[in-house]
């Protein structure tokens, strides 16, 4: 018995146990009932707990109980945070109030007024407190305690989920189904959110089909209808073991349909609540292509995804370089009416530019440029061109290129830079020439780093007259340029020069060489 327990000191405490506060015969105990009732009264109106509970000892002492009105404004202030309770903290209060009703519940039960318990569930819930709770509970249905379920089921429901011990409540409600069948109790029935929390705490947390299983037996036993919640976490577990379409086990529970055809029997398609746990469990399995043909289907049927799914959908396809899922389900994505897909065209650009794969940015911006939810910039360009040419694709970087400036976007200093670097890694100097008439005619203006790269590149590929061209542009614009280093890059090149047969065929170009030459201070 709870009251004897309560008469013992235990060698070892734990918090919110029902031997944490002993009840032993104090100097009060041979007070009346009356004298005890009247000074406990006096303690509840000074909101003096320390006394109160004292108080509350001698009557246990006693083998008896306050008055009920008394007996729960006791309980009632012990669990309140709203008021100082003397020098007793309020967690020291709460451990107090657990005792005292669960002393209660053992002594008579038809003391505790149903608000009371409320209200100590309440404060548990604010504390963070499963166990204690989970503990009141099991004493109310231990002593045939009978709370309509509804009154105090989604509490402790809440108090398990924010404490991160939904997989608690299973024991919950398992024992309430029982109670209401085996005592015919309608009124501890657990309802539809009771039932998809326990569905839940099987699927996501425990992840076991046998639990899932019985839920679904007790919710067919006492009456309640799935949702599409419910089929959404079994969907996930479906998912998760494998488990596709049609259902090899458990013909008792969905009898061997699909988790969509078993959604037909209850009267209808079902809504997006169903298919999104599905979606997240492919996802977390990396099943991204099954993702990709259930959200078809999806879509098929009429029922849209909302922004959030897709973009995780999308994520994940990239995160697995499961290109082709990625680009269908942005697709499927465009088809909708969500308004801005910025987001998920940044994610897919970045994830093909970090594997690599110009030539799908490349056709995956041509299909996109009409739609006025995504904005192509010169940016996006650049990472195409820049991809081309870090792969030695350079026809490929030179159409994208006359496709950039066809549309009308306004190359910039990273376009040019990239173009140079991947004429050089190719020793492709005569592009480079090219570049620099067109770039003379562009709207670019030329900064020490692209004069650099123009220089070096001329340089090294023998063409000293268009190099002079890029000198003549930096003395015009008064912008420094450091002759040695092009000095240096000059005497490089000279081994690879034939300067008698130049001088013979081609005299114009050995006055660009002489004009180079004496710019940076070399005697031929």
Not at 105 to 110: G, N
Not at 315 to 333: N, P
Not at 359 to 379: I, N
């Amino acid at each position: 018995m709870l009251r004897k327990t309560l008469t013992l000191l235990p060698r070892r405490r734990r918090p919110f146990s029902s031997s944490s506060f002993p009840i032993t015969p104090s100097p009060s105990k041979s007070l009346t009932h009356l004298q005890r009732s009247s000074s406990l009264h006096n303690s509840l109106t000074a909101h003096d707990t320390d006394q109160a509970w004292k108080v509350f000892r001698s009557f246990a002492a006693a083998s008896s109980l306050p008055d009920k009105p008394l007996l729960n404004s006791l309980i009632t202030l012990l669990s309140s945070s709203l008021h100082g309770g003397g020098d007793t903290p309020l967690k020291h209060r709460l451990k107090r109030a657990f005792v005292s009703a669960a002393y209660v519940i053992e002594k008579d039960p038809t003391f505790l007024e149903f608000d009371t318990l409320l209200t100590l569930l309440q404060s548990l819930k604010l504390a963070k407190a499963a166990s204690p709770a989970l503990a009141l509970v099991e004493c109310m249905f231990k002593n045939r305690f009978f709370v309509p379920f509804d009154r105090w089921g989604s509490l402790v429901i809440d108090i398990c989920r924010e404490s991160g011990s939904l997989v608690a409540f299973l024991k919950v409600f398992k024992e309430s189904c029982r109670i209401a069948i085996d005592e015919k109790l309608d009124y501890m029935k657990p309802g539809l959110a009771a039932c998809n929390a326990a569905i839940e705490a099987s699927c996501l947390h425990l992840e076991s089909l046998s639990d899932a299983e019985n839920v679904i037996e007790s919710m067919d036993v006492i009456g309640v209808k799935p949702d599409e919640s419910t089929f959404g976490f079994l969907g996930y577990l479906y998912a998760r073991k494998g488990l596709k379409e049609k259902i090899n086990e458990l013909e008792s529970l969905m009898n061997g349909k699909s988790i969509l055809d078993e959604m037909d029997t209850q009267g209808g398609s079902g809504g997006i609540g169903v298919y999104v746990p599905i979606l997240k469990a492919y996802c977390k399995e990396n099943r991204t292509a099954e993702a990709t043909q259930l959200v078809t289907e999806i879509s098929s049927s009429g029922v849209q995804l909302d922004v959030e799914t897709y973009e995780d959908l999308i994520e994940a396809s990239m995160t697995k370089q499961d290109f082709v899922s990625a680009l269908t389900l942005f697709r499927g994505m465009r088809e909708t009416r969500v308004v801005d897909l910025k987001g998920s065209y940044l994610t897919i650009m970045t994830g093909l530019l970090e594997n690599q794969r110009p030539e799908l940015m490349a056709s995956f911006v041509e299909e996109v440029l009409d739609d006025p939810r995504v904005e192509v910039k010169s940016h996006d360009w650049n990472s195409i061109i820049h991809a081309f040419c870090k792969s030695r694709r350079l026809e490929d970087a030179k159409r994208t290129f006359r496709r950039m400036t066809f549309l009308q976007y306004e190359p910039n200093h990273q376009t040019y830079l990239s173009l140079i670097n991947g004429y050089m890694s190719c020793e492709r100097y005569f592009e480079v020439v090219v570049l620099w008439k067109e770039f003379k005619e562009g709207k670019t203006k030329l900064d020490h780093a692209l004069a650099d790269a123009f220089l070096n590149a001329l340089v090294r590929g023998g063409f000293f007259g268009t190099a002079m061209q890029v000198v003549e542009k930096c003395q015009e614009m008064k912008m420094f340029v450091d002759k040695w280093r092009y000095k240096a890059a000059f005497m490089e090149t000279l081994k690879n020069l034939r300067l008698p047969k130049l001088r013979k065929r081609k005299m114009k170009k050995i006055e660009f060489l002489d004009a180079f030459t004496n710019w940076v201070g070399i005697t031929r």
